[in-house]
């Protein structure tokens, strides 16, 4: 099992950029898909970003298509959302989940460990 823990967030301009870090305290990602989920205001949780665990492919929702990035580093156990061009309409909660073994895919349903979120807001 691992325990998730988001860190990164908070308040950025629109235009600007944050990273995000998911990691743990218990376990080891490496083994572990791992998508980014964003619950807007209003609206389902959806999936904005996740890492294959099989072929280490890297996939995204068409609106943060060519502005955010999502990587793995082994070494300090922990895999990473950077947002660039940030737009009002990305905040939310983000929140990482983990699926062992697992291909990429947006249902939440297939994500056995999830983290508590951390809030993004983006101002205009």
């Known amino acids: 099992q691992v325990q998730l823990v988001e860190s990164g967030g908070g308040l950025a301009l629109s235009g600007g950029s944050q990273t995000l870090s998911c990691g743990t305290s218990?376990?080891?990602?490496?083994?572990?898909?791992i998508a980014w989920f964003r619950q807007l205001p209003g609206k389902e949780r959806e999936g904005v970003s996740c890492?294959?665990?099989?072929?280490?492919?890297?996939h995204y929702t068409d609106s943060v298509k060519g502005r955010f990035t999502i990587s793995r580093d082994n070494a300090k156990n922990t895999v990473s959302l950077q947002m660039n061009s940030l737009l009002p309409e990305d905040t939310g909660v983000y929140f990482c989940?983990?699926?062992?073994?697992?291909?990429?895919?947006?249902?939440?349903?297939?994500?056995?460990?999830w983290g508590r979120g951390t809030q993004v807001s983006v101002s205009r």
């Open positions: 989940a983990a699926d062992l073994w697992g291909e990429c895919n947006w249902s939440l349903q297939e994500y056995d460990f």
């Open positions: 218990h376990g080891t990602l490496e083994y572990y898909a």
């Open positions: 890492l294959s665990a099989i072929d280490g492919s890297a």
